[in-house]
């Protein structure tokens, strides 16, 4: 029998789909899918809210009356639903490598400072998910020889735009808040407007890359 | 305009708060006794999801610089309008330059103030509530300070004092069965509901959280699961936290269960040391309960329109 995933009612109009125990050594092809089952659900109108978080979607309903309808119908749905029919958008972020943790990352890994940027930039990393504070994604795809564990003592405050490394996940501080990752660069780019039409610049299931920005006239050494 | 002379403990302006964007880790925010606001509004015959004040403790003094009816409701926090008592569940018509003063209460935690018309601060992202975490909504996305002006509507019309009482307070929580029941464990969970609960003086819009004597303590940690208001989270210190309205969306501890929707505005009562209790019921019982407070709003409606 294939393995499926747990599918629970919540409340009389919410549901969560837990698929977290289906292969935790291949969390990005569970996830895919989780984001084209997202984009199903989404189109149907049915929810005022559907959350994909790491394996697992929580789907919010806008009437009970579609409860028992939705827990009957997602197994189905799941087995059928093809990753491939979900595409999310691509971003560039450009990055200037230069926090205040770059050197501590790259003493910690036996690397020069150039080598942490080369490694981090040329990874294309997945948006699992966002969570934590509006528009802060959790990103897949950080090469283990970054891996870093937090710092003993998080920072009061990491300001926004801040790029750090957290243990295995690299991620980008969409505003002030404090933090225990150690920040290797800044983007000026915008993850999060309250004012903007579209809110948030990155959607779950979107990719990106950093892009190193070199300040005109200066060299790394 | 109402002037904020004394800002006290926490005076913020909501409405029902923000859906449809919690998979950008955007919370609900808004009041956390919705059937409060939809009942003060509804006795100035407003509509539901007009903005209105959430006083928290009390300790505040508005002014108000024009003419309007306000409903105050929610929790008894000794208010006085220059001077004179006025009581939760009543409407009052208030006359410019006239202070409206919060004291402190016995029971209960927040206030709540509607005025005629709503509050008319700008919508952001489809509500006009405070993200006091994400600081935007309400005014400059923060809690009132001593000399906001609060924008209101002027009414100069007649009004009929009109009042109801709001859903009866209870001790014992109400609520869905847990997703995590498997790994947590039935003797876990039978010592959970066994349990009286004291409501840490660590609580606050975000969540509260719950002290006790018994064992509740685990080691598991899950991957990140989508949580909400009412989600009942347990940390492997085994003290429970129940998420309200400027929770995180998504969270990677074990949920005890979520609480039933008929129930999840008590909390915005509760104050430190008030004693909880929890019960898990099924989805039907849960419906009934949601109907009858539906049924106590739609009463209400029909006893308003009766008046009028």
Excluded at chain 1, 12 to 35: C, G, M, V, Y
Excluded at chain 1, 136 to 162: M, N, W
Aim: glycine fraction near 8%.
């Amino acid at each position: 029998m294939k393995p499926a995933p747990h599918i629970y009612a919540l409340t009389n109009s919410s549901l969560l789909l837990d698929a977290s125990h289906l292969d935790a050594t291949d969390r990005l092809s569970i996830q895919k899918k989780i984001w084209a089952l997202t984009s199903h659900c989404r189109s149907t109108n049915e929810f005022t809210d559907l959350v994909p978080a790491m394996n697992s979607l929580t789907l919010y309903l806008k009437s009970d009356k579609h409860l028992n309808k939705w827990l009957q119908v997602l197994p189905t749905l799941w087995s059928d639903i093809k990753s491939s029919t979900f595409k999310g958008l691509h971003h560039l972020i450009e990055t200037t490598y230069k926090g205040e943790d770059i050197n501590y990352v790259a003493n910690y890994h036996n690397l020069s400072a150039d080598e942490v940027i080369n490694i981090h930039s040329k990874t294309k990393y997945h948006v699992l998910f966002l969570g934590f504070q509006p528009g802060f994604a959790y990103l897949h795809g950080l090469e283990e020889q970054l891996h870093t564990p937090r710092r003993d003592e998080p920072r009061i405050k990491v300001s926004k735009g801040s790029v750090a490394i957290g243990a295995e996940q690299t991620g980008i501080y969409p505003a002030d808040t404090p933090g225990g990752w150690h920040i290797i660069g800044h983007t000026d780019t915008a993850l999060f407007d309250s004012t903007s039409e579209q809110p948030c610049l990155i959607q779950p299931g979107d990719t990106l890359e950093f892009v190193p920005l070199v300040n005109k006239g200066a060299t790394h050494d | 305009m109402i002037k904020v002379l004394k800002s006290g403990v926490l005076l913020t302006i909501q409405d029902f708060g923000r859906d449809g964007y919690r998979h950008l880790g955007v919370n609900k925010a808004g009041s956390l006794d919705p059937f409060v606001q939809i009942i003060a509004n509804r006795l100035l015959n407003n509509n539901d999801n007009d903005a209105v004040l959430e006083i928290t403790v009390g300790l505040c003094e508005l002014e108000f610089t024009c003419d309007t009816v306000i409903a105050l409701h929610g929790a008894d926090l000794q208010a006085t309008l220059d001077g004179q008592a006025i009581y939760p569940g009543w409407t009052y018509t208030v006359k410019n330059k006239q202070v409206l003063s919060f004291a402190t209460g016995r029971a209960g935690l927040r206030a709540y103030l509607a005025v005629k018309g709503g509050i008319q601060n700008t919508e952001v992202m489809g509500s006009k509530s405070t993200d006091l975490n994400a600081c935007f909504g309400g005014i400059e996305g923060r809690a009132l300070a001593t000399g906001d002006e609060i924008p209101i509507t002027p009414y100069y019309g007649e009004f009929i004092k009109v009042g109801a009482i709001a859903p009866a307070q209870r001790k014992l929580i109400r609520l869905h069965p847990s997703p995590h029941a498997n790994l947590l464990g039935e003797p876990l969970l039978n010592n959970f509901v066994s349990t009286a609960f004291k409501v840490s003086s660590n609580s606050n819009r975000m969540g509260v959280r719950l002290e006790h004597k018994n064992n509740l303590a685990h080691s598991h940690s899950l991957p990140s699961l989508g949580v909400s208001p009412g989600s009942i989270q347990l940390p492997p210190n085994g003290e429970p936290i129940v998420l309200l309205n400027d929770g995180q969306t998504t969270g990677g501890y074990p949920l005890l269960g979520t609480v039933i929707e008929a129930d999840l505005h008590q909390f915005a009562q509760f104050r430190p040391l008030d004693t909880v209790e929890f019960k898990y019921v099924t989805f039907e019982e849960a419906a009934k309960a949601k109907q009858k407070l539906d049924g106590h709003l739609h009463q209400l409606s029909l006893a308003l329109k009766n008046n009028l």
